[in-house]
């Protein structure tokens, strides 16, 4: 079985903490960028020979929510088309609770997305004004209402801990708060200061004071006690599921089994193929619109 993750790097601002391959002010490229994925994807069939078979895929960002429920569909259908896409398959979204409406989820729903991870990060107006959030938790409360009402019963919520001036107790409230809205599944993050990115900056600085390890290491470990009393099971380093709602997308990573990356910076692994697409949007659709038919002399099997 063979995976699909399929990154959509647009945003409306990047994040304080975000080094990931995203950009804001692109949004006239979404039309283009869609299109080469569909590209993409056909592409990647005739050069697998054989309708793979796929049993996840996984929209990544950025903020895939800023793309419409039409263009999530045609990427969705695409693969229908050159894939074989696994009746009961995994097929998750990544979304700011901010970019969400009633009418959006529901449409997302019909697309096919089955499984929605929302970037809660933190339920403290202190912390999300420090990752530079464009929700607060009122917006995460409404969002989970309105998937709930839109059919999904496959909700992941993303935590961060260890941030700046976050005292223990501080975390513990947005945890409790979390399960207070009965998701299946919780992805907890400890923040990372990457090189270039603003919160880095300010650090280094001294504008904002440097997270603490060993405090965060505690709020790991407590959240993963309390995570377990909740009735959630830790699978993997940063992941906890209810009984039978482990992801099986991130599985697929930490098991080192085949997956496709597509969409501008992607990476992949898959038939002893380690792939990385072009890293702009721009560069990404450019190449895709000027390709040719793909051949087995232009690739080299790369070291697993």
């Known amino acids: 079985m063979h995976s699909l993750y399929i990154h959509v790097p647009f945003c409306r601002r990047r994040c304080s903490y975000c080094d990931f391959n995203t950009y804001a002010g692109q949004e006239h490229l979404q039309a283009a960028y869609v299109a080469a994925l569909v590209r993409e994807i ?8 054989e ?12 903020t ?33 609770p901010g970019t969400l409406a009633p009418a959006y989820l529901k449409a997302l729903r019909q697309a096919g997305v089955n499984r929605l991870s929302l ?33 999904f019963d496959n909700l992941n919520l993303d935590l961060m ?9 501080r975390w513990q409230r947005t945890v409790e708060l979390a399960l207070d809205l009965a998701p299946e ?3 907890l993050y400890a923040l990372t200061l990457e090189h270039g990115t603003p919160l880095a900056h300010w650090v280094d600085r001294g504008l904002v004071p440097a997270p603490d390890p060993d405090l965060a290491a505690e709020m ?10 909740a009735g959630f099971r830790q699978y993997e380093i940063s992941n906890w599921a209810r009984p039978g709602m ?11 089994q085949p997956y496709l990356g597509l969409g501008a910076g992607a990476h992949g692994y898959a038939g002893g193929f380690r792939t990385v697409n072009a890293l702009t949007p721009g560069a990404y659709i450019r190449r895709l619109e000027d390709a040719a038919p793909w051949k087995p002399s232009m690739a080299s099997p790369s070291p697993a």
């Open 42 to 49: 056909g592409l990647l069939a005739v050069a697998a020979g």
């Open 51 to 62: 309708a793979l078979p796929v049993h996840t895929v996984y929209f990544g960002g950025g």
């Open 64 to 96: 895939p929510s800023l793309l419409s429920p039409r263009q999530i569909a045609q990427v969705l259908e695409a693969v229908a088309r050159h894939f074989a896409l696994t009746a009961d398959a995994e097929i998750s979204l990544e979304a700011n």
């Open 119 to 151: 970037g809660v990060q933190s339920a403290h107006p202190a912390d999300l004004h420090l990752l530079e959030r464009d929700h607060d938790f009122l917006t995460v409360i409404r969002t989970v209402a309105w998937a709930r009402q839109a059919g």
């Open 161 to 169: 801990l260890g941030l700046p001036q976050q005292p223990l107790e």
């Open 185 to 187: 599944h919780f992805s």
């Open 220 to 229: 790991y470990l407590w959240a993963d006690e309390r995570l377990r009393q």
């Open 246 to 256: 482990v992801c099986r997308h991130n599985l697929q990573y930490w098991r080192n």
